[in-house]
């Protein structure tokens, strides 16, 4: 019984406690994923403002798209999850990217062919989340395997979270540009070159992966409850799921009437809604930048404590924006930026200890139960979003998505995790 990134990788010792700066392949897998996270961010502005802008979606329709682009994590994450511990990672990525390649350059070749309907958009918007299921699974579990050693697990959680706090920063603004200047379905080309460089980036990298171990018996339902039972059966990490649930419920119905608000009722422009975005998100990016030093600095579980507080009250500050356009726009600025702040030094905890808490060979199931959780609760949210904005009106659904995120602040100071002091020493296999 060994650490797992021991003496499984073939590597010698001494390379385990080297700095990730002098690792050659994280940091070409770091900079592939982070031009990857860049487009994205393209895709999650520009899909939903091409329903909205090229084919006038109602509010019900814009939050169907919503719960589409995120849907097959709560119907596939886990069975996908089974599989990943089954095989290697890394052809999973890469197949994964592929296909998010050549479904975004189809969006786009059908817009110019006049052939691309809503209907049309939404279904390439489940498929590409179905390639995202896979690749998000396999990406989390093959860090460890990278990274080697659990002692620099904050540090590749931070250096990820910097570039995921990164690409918030300039990708709604990039967005908004693109947007503004080649219409909504032809920006979509610039997260496919994004996914093609990331595609480069997998093949470049040297390290071997490890062949899972084979089981005595295989059976996909046996294997996908004992992933179950390594989440909820440990208080640490069924708190964090079912927190981060909320969080992303939370932050996606925001995110989503908020753009339906913007652009019915403030009729901002897309330029605009994209540079909300960008100068907020800001915030996830000094949040990651910091986390290290505050996690090193403080106990681990105040520090999670007061960041998920901050995410989960920003969407309070959206409500009682008012007065001229440039006063409104500060508020919705101070809002996301509070939120995303407080992402980006919660980010970075929770994936530490998740990855601390797991072993290599659950790591796949663990990661699926959290992004069925995690993406289902966005889901659920980007649904809710848009059917109660068409009910009630946008500005009114903000307020209860507003007061509903703040009351989850009194599960989150019952959490055993605010109560942890340090990072728990990583379970071995």
């Known amino acids: 019984m060994e650490p797992h990134g021991s003496a499984s990788t073939g590597r010698p010792e001494p390379l385990l406690e080297r700095s990730l700066w002098r690792d050659r392949d994280f940091l070409t897998f770091w900079i592939g994923e982070t031009v990857s996270l860049l487009g994205a961010q393209v895709t999650n502005l520009a899909l939903p403002l091409a329903a909205i802008l090229a084919f006038d979606a109602t509010d019900e329709q814009v939050g169907i798209l919503r719960f589409l682009q995120l849907a097959p994590y709560l119907g596939l994450a886990l069975l996908i999850g089974v599989w990943s511990d089954r095989a290697r990672r890394k052809p999973l990525m890469l197949a994964a990217n ?27 918007a489940c498929a590409i989340g179905v390639a995202s299921v896979v690749f998000d699974v396999s990406w989390m579990s093959y860090v ?28 709604p ?61 440990d208080r640490v990490l069924r708190a964090l799921a079912l927190i981060g649930f909320c969080c992303n419920f939370s932050m996606v119905t925001v995110w989503t009437m908020f753009l339906l608000y913007g652009t019915r009722d403030l009729h901002l422009s897309s330029t605009t809604l994209g540079g909300v975005f960008a100068m907020a998100s800001v915030g996830g990016l000094v949040g990651a930048a910091i986390s290290g030093r505050v996690i090193g600095r403080f106990p681990i579980g105040r520090v999670y404590l007061v960041a998920q507080s901050a995410l989960l ?14 006063v409104m726009i500060g508020m919705f600025v101070l809002s996301f930026f509070t939120t995303y702040l407080g992402l980006g030094v919660a980010g970075v905890i929770i994936v530490s200890l998740r990855q601390a808490l797991t072993p290599q060979s ?37 307020t209860m998505a507003a007061a509903g995120s703040a ?23």
């Open 98 to 124: 592929l296909a998010r390649m050549t479904l975004l350059a189809l969006v786009v070749l059908l817009y110019w062919w006049q052939a691309l309907n809503l209907v049309t958009l939404m279904v390439i």
């Open 144 to 171: 460890p395997v990278l990274v080697r050693s659990p002692k620099r697990y904050v540090e590749a959680g931070a250096k990820m979270s910097i570039s995921s706090s990164a690409a918030d920063v300039a990708g």
């Open 173 to 233: 603004g990039v967005a908004g540009m693109l947007v503004s200047a080649l219409t909504a379905p032809v920006a979509l080309v610039v997260d496919a070159f994004s996914y093609a460089l990331s595609v480069v980036s997998l093949l470049l990298i040297r390290t071997p992966e490890p062949r899972p171990r084979p089981a005595a018996r295989r059976h996909a339902l046996t294997e996908l409850r004992d992933g179950l039972r390594w989440v909820f059966g």
């Open 313 to 326: 009250l920003g969407p309070a500050l959206i409500v009682p924006a008012a007065g001229p356009e440039p």
């Open 362 to 398: 659950m790591m796949g199931r663990m990661t699926a139960v959290f992004r069925t959780l995690l993406f289902g609760g966005g889901a659920l949210g980007g649904l809710s979003a848009g059917l109660l904005a068409g009910h009630v009106g946008a500005r009114a659904a903000l």
């Open 407 to 429: 009351l989850v602040v009194v599960g989150l100071v019952a959490s055993p995790v605010t109560r942890l002091r340090a990072l728990p020493s990583a379970t071995e296999e």
